[in-house]
C-alpha cells in the first residue's frame, strides 16, 4: 500500500509539472537546448531483495561507472549513465533451506530529472524517474539445507551456472535527489524490477539506492 501511494504522488506531481511546462510561453530560441552536455562518475550503495513478501532477505550491494547529463528545456534534464553492479539477494524457508544469490551486472539507466533549484547556483533538489535495464555478467548461488531431520542438514551446495535464472532484467526507479552545486549531486531512488528474476517463479527485484555523482 506505501509502494502505491509513493507511486501515484510522484505521477500526480510529474503531471502538474507537465501542465506548468505547458502552460510556458512559447519561445522563438530553446535556450536550454544549447546547454552542453556534463560528463562525470557515479558510485552507489544498493540494499537488494526480492519481492516475495515472507522469506525474502535483503543483501547489499554496490555500483560504479559514467554518468552524463543533459539540460533538455526547463526543469527537465536527461541522466544516462552505465555502471558495473554487484548486488543479489538472500531467501530463506524455515526448516527447508537457505539461498543466497549474488549477480555481477551491467547497468544502463536513463533518467529523466525534473530540477526545482537555483538553476544559476546549480543547486536544489530534483525528483527522478529512471527506466533501466541489466545484463548479469556473472553469478555465485549457494543453497543451505537447514532442515535438522534432512540427512544432508548444514550442507551447502554452490554453483556460477545461471540456469533457470534470468540474466536481462528491465524496470525503472522513482527517486529524490539534491545538487550541492555544479559539481556534487546525492540521490536516492527505489528499484522496481518488471522481468522475473528466475523463470521457474514470479518474483522481481526490489531495492533502496543511494548514488554519489560528481561532475568534472
Known sequence: ???????TLFCVVLALTCSFLQAQPVKSTVRSSRD?????????????????????????????GFVAEKHLVYMLYFQPSVQFTQKGYKYEIPYGFRDETSFSMLEFDAGLLLKFGDERLKRGMFLSLTPYI?????????????????????????????GSLNTLDIGFKLGIGYDFNRHWEIAANYTFGLNRIAYTNNFKWRGANLNLIYFF
Not at 500500500?1 to 507511486?7: A, D, Q
Not at 552536455?37 to 526480492?50: M, V
Open 1 to 7: 500500500m506505501k509502494k502505491n501511494s509513493l507511486i
Open 36 to 64: 552542453p552536455w556534463q560528463f562525470g562518475i557515479k558510485a552507489s550503495g544498493s540494499y537488494d531483495k526480492t519481492s516475495i513478501k515472507e522469506g525474502s532477505q535483503m543483501k547489499l550491494g554496490y555500483k560504479a
Open 134 to 162: 541489466t545484463k548479469a555478467l556473472g553469478l555465485k548461488w549457494s543453497q543451505t539445507n537447514i532442515n535438522p531431520h534432512s540427512t544432508e542438514y548444514n550442507i551447502t551446495r554452490t554453483t556460477n551456472e545461471f
